[in-house]
């Protein structure tokens, strides 16, 4: 079983961005993250479906966190994200529900890569994203 932290605690850890979008953390844990969205006219595209700029950031979100749990609950390492490859396969309409599930692939203690589905409520994949990413320094959790 793979070690995880209760979302709750760390939903202040998003940055003010992903706030601002409505990201939920559904799941946080060693090697793997799980970040949902509820969509809002306001991520709309001219077509009326979820933008791809937002669904970019929800990738970029969850990989980059999924390289940086840690043992310890009261440390947190942020990461860099340092390339960024996303394929978009099919929309989301308004007001449906997406997540993002993130796995790290590989790398080692400075660089690691990571693998992301986006996916809609039925599981019908919506887009792919990889990228690669740098660790910064373990951190104290703010109190």
Known sequence: MTPTS???????LFSGFAAYLGLDLLEYGQARTVIALQIRPDHL???????GGVIAAM??????MCGTWHVDPAQWR????????INYMAPA??????????????????IYMAACDVLDAEDNL???AEGVFKHS?????PA
């Open 59 to 64: 990738a970029d979100s969850a990989l980059g």
């Open 93 to 110: 309409p308004a007001g449906s529900r997406v997540r993002v599930i993130a796995r790290v692939r590989g790398g080692g203690p400075k």
């Open 45 to 51: 595209n001219q077509a009326g479906n979820l933008h």
């Open 126 to 128: 919506l887009a792919s």
């Open 6 to 12: 209760p979302a709750t605690d760390l939903i202040g």
């Open 137 to 141: 320094r373990l951190r104290r959790l």
């Open 78 to 85: 942020l990461s860099l994200t340092l390339s960024l490859n």
